[in-house]
T-cell receptor, first 116, second 112 residues
Framework: GAVVSQHPSWVICKSGTSVKIECRSL??????MFWYRQFPKQSLMLMAT?????????EQGVEKDKFLINHASLTLSTLTVTSAHPEDSSFYIC????????????FGSGTRLTVV | DAKTTQPPSMDCAEGRAANLPCNHS???????VYWYRQIHSQGPQYIIH???NNETNEMASLIITEDRKSSTLILPHATLRDTAVYYC?????????????FGGGTRLMVKP
């Protein structure tokens, strides 16, 4: 089945530094990937849609200059949290769906970001 | 996409069937019903989806009412590993360009 690999699974960084999270589709090509954020005891909130070869589309209230998204190939999208602050600490999850497959989206295992 | 309503939490005894309801009274004719679950600190996992007919796979069964305004996810023999948050989502197409919008879900606790 379709597999989405997300790395790292957890990361701790200092305030003011940047962190990059990778999302790879291992056995399919994904022209579109989605990035979600989840705070404790809350549901997933869509942050942005990553489009291969073009600019990402950000949801209202999500700063595009803070959450940089790059989708340079059909199997890799990256999310970089720039100048991280403690309030950016969250669970970040990516998702994609194989073309032409009649089942749902596949999600990565998530990245737990802690900013200290 | 249509909004869904789910109970915030449910308990189920291990080995018994878990029946998770979902109301989607504003669903339109071309919207599918999807179910996902999220085990603590993991990404969501696809369970099942359907349009009109009842569906069954190795994980669960999906029962959709005739008017399609509600559905029930059935885990026939719940185990402790089925403890998770279950999300019911409706969306209009399976077009790859459309994202999934998550509501609050139902926190299912399977107890020994």
């Amino acid at each position: 089945g379709a597999v989405v690999s997300q790395h790292p699974s957890w990361v701790i960084c200092k305030s003011g530094t940047s962190v990059k999270i990778e999302c790879r589709s291992l056995d399919f090509q994904a022209t579109t990937m989605f990035w979600y954020r989840q705070f404790p005891k809350q549901s997933l909130m869509l942050m942005a849609t990553s489009n291969e070869g073009s600019k990402a589309t950000y949801e209202q209230g999500v700063e595009k200059d803070k959450f940089l998204i790059n989708h340079a190939s059909l199997t890799l999208s990256t999310l970089t949290v720039t100048s991280a602050h403690p309030e950016d600490s969250s669970f970040y999850i990516c998702s994609a769906r194989p073309q032409g497959v009649n089942y749902g989206y596949t999600f990565g295992s998530g990245t737990r970001l802690t900013v200290v | 996409d249509a909004k869904t309503t789910q109970p915030p939490s449910m308990d189920c005894a291990e080995g018994r069937a878990a029946n998770l309801p979902c109301n989607h009274s504003t669903i339109s004719g071309n919207e599918y019903v999807y179910w996902y679950r999220q085990i603590h600190s993991q990404g969501p996992q696809y369970i099942i989806h359907g349009l009109k007919n009842n569906e069954t796979n190795e994980m669960a069964s999906l029962i959709i009412t005739e008017d399609r305004k509600s559905s029930t996810l059935i885990l026939p023999h719940a185990t402790l590993r089925d403890t998770a948050v279950y999300y019911c989502i409706v969306r209009d197409t399976i077009n790859a360009g459309n994202m999934l919008t998550f509501g609050g879900g139902t926190r299912l606790m399977v107890k020994p």
